[in-house]
């Protein structure tokens, strides 16, 4: 499926899909031997969300031997890879809370539990801004599991393709307070200008010591569409039937860590594999994956 500006999904499809492939990998993740995460939310999510294939991965249906070669490898991988990224934000949350940041905006929230499943500091708000069929979805779910915020938790429905700072507002976002910001696994399905407005609206929106995780894929050869390729591929060989290979936006963007220097942020880079190693995780080394092992995650500070 290829983009477009003005395209729509459910969980069930599109960039919509993503976000219930990345709840399973949580869900596979958290009943690791040795996990380094926890969500114990994620698996009935996925079961709600309905779509067969990504429920037979969180119930452990899905065997090595249904798989081509190589499909083991890449669900371990996804899983890892998903694990460590959760596990970045989630650390990047928590630190926030120590420094006394009690304002947190999830920015394209989808199936993410934090504010139900992290230990919120008291007084903690958390925001999540997502397309209203996605915010209605899992506020019913979780309320059908019998599940409680652990923050004050208030929604934001809206795409982000509208004025989402001023339904923000609308929802009680202090501006004079200093905020946490989370653009997880976002900025490749973003045009490379809307990238740009996103950084922009969250500099406006931010008093000074605010912070800000997000991560981004290096300059290379590797356009964002065969980025994509890649990224399906390594689904379908473990038996997805979805296609997931037209969700990324080409073109030139501008480089995250330089874009917000220049903004007034202090921000701080790792490459995805050095986060492996941090969080106890091996990274194959195979050239192959290079794109998948440089990702880098960012955080930031404002002023």
Not at 38 to 54: H, I, K, Q, T, Y
Not at 71 to 81: A, C, I, M, N, V
Not at 109 to 118: E, F, I, T, V
Not at 185 to 197: F, N
Request: hydrophobic content about 40%; aromatic content about 8%.
């Amino acid at each position: 499926m290829t983009r477009t500006d003005q395209d729509s999904w459910d969980l069930a499809s599109s960039v919509g899909a993503t976000a219930t492939m990345v709840a399973a990998a949580r869900a596979v993740a958290s009943n690791d031997a040795n996990p380094i995460i926890n969500d114990p939310f994620a698996a009935p999510l996925v079961r709600a969300v309905g779509l067969e294939f990504f429920r037979r991965v969180v119930d452990g249906e899905i065997a090595a031997s249904e798989t081509p070669d190589g499909g083991e490898r890449d669900l371990q991988l996804e899983t890892d890879s998903i694990a460590v990224r959760t596990r970045f934000f989630d650390d990047f949350f928590l630190n926030a809370a120590r420094d006394g940041v009690r304002q947190s905006v999830i920015l394209a929230a989808g199936l993410d539990a934090r504010a139900y499943r992290l230990s919120w500091p008291n007084g903690s708000v958390v925001y999540e801004v997502d397309q209203p069929q996605v915010i209605e979805f899992k506020t019913s779910t979780m309320s059908s599991l019998g599940a409680a915020p652990a923050a004050e938790r208030r929604t934001v429905s809206i795409d982000l393709r509208e004025d989402w700072p001023a339904a923000l507002r609308s929802s009680g976002f202090d501006v004079t307070q200093p905020t946490a910001w989370s653009a997880e696994g976002l900025l490749m399905y973003l045009p490379p200008e809307a990238q740009d407005r996103l950084f922009d609206n969250i500099t406006e929106l931010s008093a000074t010591g605010s912070q800000l995780a997000t991560e981004y894929h290096p300059e290379s050869d590797t356009t964002m569409s065969e980025r994509a390729k890649q990224f399906n591929d390594r689904w379908s060989n473990i038996g997805c039937d979805i296609d997931l290979s037209g969700l990324f936006f080409d073109g030139d963007r501008s480089n995250v860590v330089d874009y917000l220097t220049g903004r007034g942020w202090q921000v701080h880079t790792r490459p995805r594999r050095e986060l492996f190693g941090e969080y106890g995780r091996v990274f194959p080394d195979d050239d192959s994956l290079a794109q998948l092992r440089n990702i880098v995650a960012v955080s930031a500070k404002l002023g």
